[in-house]
T-cell receptor
Framework: DAKTTQPTSMDCAEGRAANLPCNHS???????VYWYRQIHSQGPQYIIH???NNETNEMASLIITEDRKSSTLILPHATLRDTAVYYC?????????????FGQGTTLQVKP | DADVTQTPRNRITKTGKRIMLECSQT?????MYWYRQDPGLGLRLIYY???????NKGEISDGYSVSRQAQAKFSLSLESAIPNQTALYFC????????????????FGPGTRLTVL
């Protein structure tokens, strides 16, 4: 599974969009990009995933560059409850290990 | 996620004691996982199971053992606890891999905070 690089921390004003970047320059053709978040010592929560097309669900949008070497998670209207550590994970869609490799993630602080 | 429960939620024990952490799920998933998280770090995989009686080692299985006697239950044991096993432990479940990268989403329990003195 490809390695990912994320900024250590970011701030965002409440009500504004939070844009969290992730670099995955060694991603291979069959690997998906997954995003999870962890709110203060709770269990991580799945947010969204994608292969090459942009994806949107009720929680967030995922924008993947055309070369797939980077992606951005967008929380359109951040609230204080979105303060959390956000993990970008790359893994093969057909991987048999089931393993998620959690890096350090990005600590997002949403401020009033 | 209320569909994945862990017991106990907190435990303080002494060095050398045997400890069992329990995980139960009502999602009907085949796959279950145990992770540990140390302060300021990401999660690391201890063991995982793809089906009843199927057991696979993760990154850091030394000092741990697991049991999967039923689809809904996956237990983690520390045979002889030591202080550096003090950590937050998470259980997770997932469905089989499906097309489009679906099914690989993992659903986590609330965690067990274990302290070994």
């Amino acid at each position: 599974d490809a390695k990912t690089t994320q900024p250590t921390s970011m701030d965002c004003a409440e009500g504004r969009a939070a844009n969290l970047p992730c670099n995955h320059s060694t991603i291979s053709g069959n690997e998906y990009v997954y995003w999870y978040r962890q709110i203060h010592s709770q269990g991580p929560q799945y947010i969204i995933h994608g292969l090459k097309n942009n994806e949107t669900n009720e929680m967030a949008s995922l924008i993947i560059t055309e070369d797939r070497k980077s992606s951005t998670l967008i929380l359109p209207h951040a609230t204080l409850r979105d303060t959390a550590v956000y993990y970008c994970i790359v893994r093969g869609g057909s991987s048999n290990t089931g393993k998620l490799i959690f890096g350090q993630g990005t600590t997002l602080q949403v401020k009033p | 996620d209320a569909d994945v429960t862990q017991t106990p939620r907190n435990r303080i024990t002494k060095t050398g004691k045997r400890i069992m952490l329990e995980c139960s799920q009502t999602k009907g998933h085949d796959r279950m996982y145990w992770y540990r998280q140390d302060p300021g770090l990401g999660l690391r995989l201890i063991y995982y199971s793809f089906d009843v009686k199927d057991i696979n080692k993760g990154e850091i299985s030394d000092g741990y053992s697991v049991s999967r006697q039923a689809q809904a239950k996956f237990s983690l044991s520390l045979e002889s606890a030591i202080p550096n096993q003090t950590a937050l432990y998470f259980c997770a479940t997932s469905d089989r891999g499906l097309a489009g990268g679906r099914g690989h989403e993992q659903f986590f329990g609330p965690g067990t905070r274990l302290t070994v003195l």
